[in-house]
């Protein structure tokens, strides 16, 4: 069983940042992508950013240049760190991890950026 305990998040103004984290104590070294989604109410959940167990960062290119995603083994744990937040921006931002072919789900934390 794989827990993913998720922080961060908030309501933040256009043009700010926020910092996102993620934990899977135990089990971060038998993950291997691990990384954020995000999903807004009537909408599919979408790809933001992930990483792999070597360290390789793939991201959505509507974050591009303005997320960065990192991954620290030791710790067990992933960051996102957002800038240049805009409105669009908004929505639940959930934690996923791949082990294998199985897909394991953070319980989402909001992500708010006003206008």
């Known amino acids: 069983q794989v827990q993913l305990v998720e922080s961060g998040g908030g309501l933040v103004q256009a043009g700010g940042s926020l910092r996102l984290s993620c934990a899977a104590p135990?089990?971060?070294?038998?993950?291997?992508?691990i990384g954020w989604y995000r999903q807004t109410p009537g909408k599919q959940r979408e790809l933001v950013a992930t990483?792999?167990?070597?360290?390789?960062?793939n991201y959505a290119d509507s974050v591009k240049g303005r997320f960065s995603i990192s991954r620290d083994n030791a710790r067990g744990t992933v960051s996102l760190q957002m800038n240049s937040l805009k409105p669009e921006d908004t929505a639940v931002y959930y934690c996923?991890?791949?082990?294998?072919?199985?897909?394991?789900w953070g319980q989402g934390t909001q992500v708010t950026v006003s206008s």
């Open positions: 996923n991890a791949v082990i294998e072919i199985k897909y394991y």
């Open positions: 135990g089990t971060i070294f038998s993950i291997n992508r």
């Open positions: 990483i792999t167990r070597d360290g390789k960062p």
